[in-house]
Structures are given as structure tokens and as C-alpha cells.
């Protein structure tokens, strides 16, 4: 954990902003390396 954040999978993020009824608008990864940071940007319907 740095800075207060804990490193989580995305499929993991995707599937529980699924689950509270968000969709997935979009998703880059900033980087090309293994453990890149993503920007993931979720839809209310």
C-alpha cells in the first residue's frame, strides 16, 4: 500500500462497480508495463 491506495485488479474493480449498477465507459492503461497504472471512468445509468 503506498499513500493510502491499495494496488486492486481491475477485473476486480470492473466487476464490483458492476455489481453497485455502474457501467464501464471507458479504460486506458497509462503505461505499457506489467503493473501500469489504469484509468478506468464508470457510468451511472
Aim: charge should be positive; hydrophobic fraction near 55%.
Amino acid at each position: 500500500m503506498a499513500h493510502g491506495f491499495q494496488v486492486r485488479p481491475v477485473d476486480g474493480l470492473v466487476a464490483a462497480a458492476t455489481a453497485a449498477g455502474l457501467t464501464l465507459a471507458a479504460h486506458r492503461g497509462v503505461q505499457s508495463k506489467d503493473l501500469a497504472p489504469h484509468v478506468l471512468l464508470f457510468a451511472a445509468p
